[in-house]
Structure formats: structure tokens, C-alpha cells
């Protein structure tokens, strides 16, 4: 059988092959796909010109998470034995065409498309996108894991930091109606499809006996997690350090994402009723803002965790993220200074909670699936994405009709996230090293050249 473009084995890398061409081709798919950040900037316009409440507006995206976990889950094998040009295509080919049905349903009117097109369709784009590219970039960079992904999947975070003020410029000159609407969803598919398209040509794997000049594997270090052994992802989902780290994302993507999917609305009703309200440009600046420190946390956290290790650099995430919110539930809208920084600080520890899983997995489990063993742990992502809108859009939509207004809104929810990230910080804490009867057997050559170098 002939072998064509989207084949691993026409990505080997030549001998001289740079791997510092890795990170930009995850980054063309990551920064792309990160638009599902900036969904908040279309709920407004959807909600006025359909009639939505705030929860029917964050269904696409609520479904676009959940479409996300579910094909990274069921993908993730195939993505390994694929090889990451042929994953890179599908998702440009799902995200694209997402939007394009959405734009379809836009301009008709049918909302059901847009759920459809950018929920499901481009939610697959989503999934498979993600975790295109984390084996092969931690197989390029055992030397540093955390760093390589970090870079990489600031992208995811960092995609609204683009989309965001590009799509608000978008609806300011086609306009909020549904056509200005349909309008931004096409170009959104068609651009994106040839940014997309930079990743799948570039992107290469490194040959079987690659290693970095002069690094030699780490010995197992049981204090820092860290393993030599290999896990099979069949495996791994029988240990109870995959359900410790389950919960933990789960939980942490829960409290972030509840401010993110809403980040818009939720700053401009906090302080609504305050002397210097926010209008809707500031608003998506804060957006924008939130972006930002959610892509740099993913890098700059995820590299301080190769220093310190994952366990402590989770500690943090959860620990200091449930102080911040109960600082924003206590401090109300008495101060924007205090809101805004809080909000930046959690997003950026969000934001590194998914950079730094993927090291955190490759230290328990070993490199053998780590990419299949990311994908079925996603499935926490599409959980969260569910619960996390669900319980800040549901709690301010009762608040509403309640009569409230303003932080009354939003403290309960605040308090909510509070109770998950304790949850999720006690896990962190019963994370354990793998037993070695869920270890791969060594091969025999393996075992035979170890004896001869003793």
C-alpha cells in the first residue's frame, strides 16, 4: 500500500530535523482552536437576536467541551497509531466545517445548527486537535515535558487572545443581528482552515532511537512521581492515581471555566451597579485579558513544575485557587482591581492545570500511551464543561428572576468552586506512585542489555 501524506511514517523526521519546529505547528492548531474561549463574546448578540436565556446561549459550548473529552477519549488510540498530520487534519476539517454550519444556522435563524455545527461538529475538531500534538511533542522533549506541552497548549489558552477582539470587530461591522452573526462564523471557518493547514505541514515525529543530545533518562524518583516504567492505557484506568487526577482536572477546569464561558456578562453585571460601570468593550477586554494570563499560566506554571514537580505545582492550582475565590466572594464588587486580579491569577492556574497534565501522566505512567492515556482523562474536561457553566449560568438565571443583582448573582456559585477545589486539592494529595502489577513487562533484549551494562 502506497503510502500517503497523512501517514506517521511520511512524518519520520530527517536526521537534522529541528524539534524546535514542534511547538510552532501545535501552536498553528492550538491558537486556532482556542477560540472556544472567546464563545462568550457571541452570547449576547445570540441571546438578543434568538431570544436565548444565558444557559441556552452556552450550550454550544458546553457541548463543543463535552464533544472535546468524549472524541480526545475514543481518538486518542487511533491519534497515537494515526500519527499527529493525520489528527491535525481532522480537526482543521471539523473545526472548519463547524463553523460553517454554524454560520448556516446564523443565518436561518435555527439555533439548532449552530448547536449542532459548532457543539458537536466542531467539537470533534476540538478533541482531536488537543491531543494531536502532546505525545509527539513530549517524545521530542523528555528532557523537559512541562515546557514542551506548556508551549503548545498556551496555544488552546491563548486562542481568545486573538478570537476575542477579532470576533467583537467582527460583529461591530456586519453587525449583531443573525446575518453579522453568520457573517463572522464564515470567515472564522475559512481562516482558520488555513491557519490550521500550517500545523499539518509541518508537523513531524522523531525517529525510534531519537534522544536529545547528551540527556540520559532520569532514574525513578518515587518522591517527585516519577517512573521509568511504561503503563498501557488499559492499564491505567485500572489504577486509582488516574481517578485522583481525574478529579483533580475535573475540578479545576470546573472553577475556571465557570468564569470563562461567562467572563463578558459577568463583569459587566457585577458591576453594574457601581459609579463606572463596565461596558461591553471593556468587557471583552477583560476577556481578552483573561486569555492572556490564561495561555502564559500554561507555560510559565507548567515549566515551574519540571523544577519543583507536579504534585506541588497542583497544590498550588487548587489550594491558593479557592483562597482567591473566596476573596472575590467576600470582596464583592467593591473593587475591580481585586476582581480582575483574582480572576487573571485562577484562569492562570486553569490554564496550567491542562498544560501540566500531560507531564504530570508521563511521570506516573511513562511515555509508552501517553497520549491515549491523555485522551480517555479528558473525559474530565467534558464533565466540567458541562458542570461549571451549568452551575454559574443556572445559579445567576434563578438570581434573576429572584429579583438580584449585581455579585448576588455570582457569590453562590464563587462558593461552590470553593467546596470543588478543596475536593480536588485532598486527590492531588492521595496521588501515589503506580504499583509496579500495572506496569508493562521489560522485553527480554531489554532485561539482557541491562545485565551485560551491570
Given at each position: 500500500m502506497a503510502v500517503t501524506f497523512l501517514d506517521r511514517a511520511h512524518t519520520v523526521a530527517p536526521a537534522n530535523w529541528s524539534r524546535w519546529l514542534i511547538p510552532p505547528?501545535?501552536?498553528?492548531?492550538?491558537?486556532?482552536?482556542?477560540?472556544?474561549?472567546?464563545?462568550?463574546?457571541?452570547?449576547?448578540?445570540?441571546?438578543?437576536?434568538?431570544?436565548?436565556?444565558?444557559?441556552?446561549?452556552?450550550?454550544?459550548?458546553?457541548?463543543?467541551?463535552?464533544?472535546?473529552?468524549?472524541?480526545a477519549a475514543f481518538g486518542?488510540?487511533?491519534?497515537?497509531?494515526?500519527?499527529?498530520?493525520?489528527?491535525?487534519?481532522?480537526?482543521?476539517?471539523?473545526?472548519?466545517?463547524?463553523?460553517?454550519?454554524?454560520?448556516?444556522?446564523?443565518?436561518?435563524?435555527?439555533?439548532?445548527l449552530v448547536v449542532l455545527g459548532y457543539g458537536v461538529i466542531g467539537g470533534v475538531g476540538l478533541g482531536i486537535g488537543y491531543i494531536s500534538p502532546v505525545s509527539t511533542l513530549i517524545k521530542w522533549f523528555p528532557?523537559?515535558?512541562?515546557?514542551?506541552?506548556?508551549?503548545?497548549?498556551?496555544?488552546?489558552?491563548?486562542?481568545?487572545?486573538?478570537?476575542?477582539?477579532?470576533?467583537?470587530?467582527?460583529?461591530?461591522?456586519?453587525?449583531?443581528?443573525?446575518g453579522g452573526i453568520a457573517t463572522a462564523f464564515l470567515i472564522h471557518g475559512v481562516v482558520y482552515a488555513v491557519f490550521m493547514s500550517l500545523g499539518v505541514f509541518l508537523i513531524r515525529v522523531p525517529a525510534a532511537d531519537w534522544k536529545p543530545r547528551g540527556w540520559e533518562p532520569p532514574a525513578a524518583n518515587g518522591n517527585m512521581l516519577i517512573t521509568t516504567a511504561s503503563v498501557s492505557a488499559a492499564n491505567a484506568l485500572k489504577t486509582p492515581q488516574f481517578w485522583c487526577l481525574w478529579v483533580v482536572l475535573c475540578f479545576n477546569v470546573t472553577a475556571g471555566i465557570g468564569i470563562l464561558e461567562k467572563a463578558s456578562p459577568m463583569i459587566t453585571d457585577f458591576f453594574k451597579q457601581t459609579p463606572v460601570p463596565v461596558g461591553a468593550a471593556a468587557a471583552a477586554g477583560f476577556v481578552a485579558l483573561l486569555s492572556l494570563t490564561n495561555m502564559l499560566g500554561r507555560f510559565v506554571w507548567s515549566s515551574t513544575s519540571d523544577v519543583i514537580g507536579r504534585k506541588n505545582i497542583y497544590r498550588c492550582y487548587l489550594g491558593i485557587g479557592a483562597v482567591l475565590y473566596l476573596v472575590i466572594a467576600l470582596t464583592g464588587n467593591s473593587s475591580k482591581v481585586v476582581f480582575i486580579l483574582c480572576a487573571m491569577v485562577i484562569l492562570s492556574f486553569y490554564g496550567a492545570g491542562f498544560a501540566t497534565i500531560p507531564a504530570y501522566l508521563k511521570d506516573l505512567f511513562g511515555s509508552f500511551q501517553v497520549g491515549a492515556i491523555h485522551g480517555r482523562l479528558l473525559t474530565a474536561w467534558s464533565v466540567a464543561g458541562v458542570l461549571g457553566p451549568l452551575i454559574v449560568n443556572a445559579i445567576a438565571d434563578s438570581q434573576k428572576r429572584a429579583g438580584k443583582q449585581g455579585p448576588d448573582l455570582y457569590t453562590t456559585s464563587f462558593y461552590i468552586m470553593i467546596g470543588l477545589l478543596v475536593a480536588g486539592f485532598i486527590a492531588n494529595e492521595l496521588v501515589r506512585p503506580v504499583k509496579e502489577r500495572y506496569h508493562e513487562p521489560v522485553p527480554r533484549q531489554d532485561v539482557a542489555a541491562a545485565e551485560e551494562a551491570e
Open positions: 505547528a501545535a501552536l498553528s492548531v492550538h491558537l486556532a482552536i482556542g477560540q472556544a474561549y472567546a464563545w462568550s463574546v457571541f452570547k449576547p448578540p445570540l441571546e438578543k437576536s434568538l431570544g436565548l436565556t444565558g444557559t441556552l446561549s452556552a450550550l454550544p459550548f458546553q457541548l463543543a467541551i463535552v464533544m472535546l473529552g468524549l472524541s486518542g488510540t487511533l491519534v497515537e497509531r494515526k500519527g499527529p498530520r493525520w489528527a491535525m487534519f481532522v480537526s482543521m476539517t471539523c473545526f472548519s466545517s463547524g463553523f460553517l454550519v454554524s454560520a448556516l444556522g446564523a443565518a436561518t435563524s435555527r439555533y439548532w528532557d523537559r515535558p512541562g515546557m514542551a506541552t506548556g508551549i503548545a497548549i498556551m496555544g488552546f489558552g491563548g486562542g481568545a487572545l486573538i478570537a476575542s477582539p477579532w470576533s467583537s470587530q467582527l460583529l461591530a461591522t456586519f453587525g449583531t443581528g443573525t
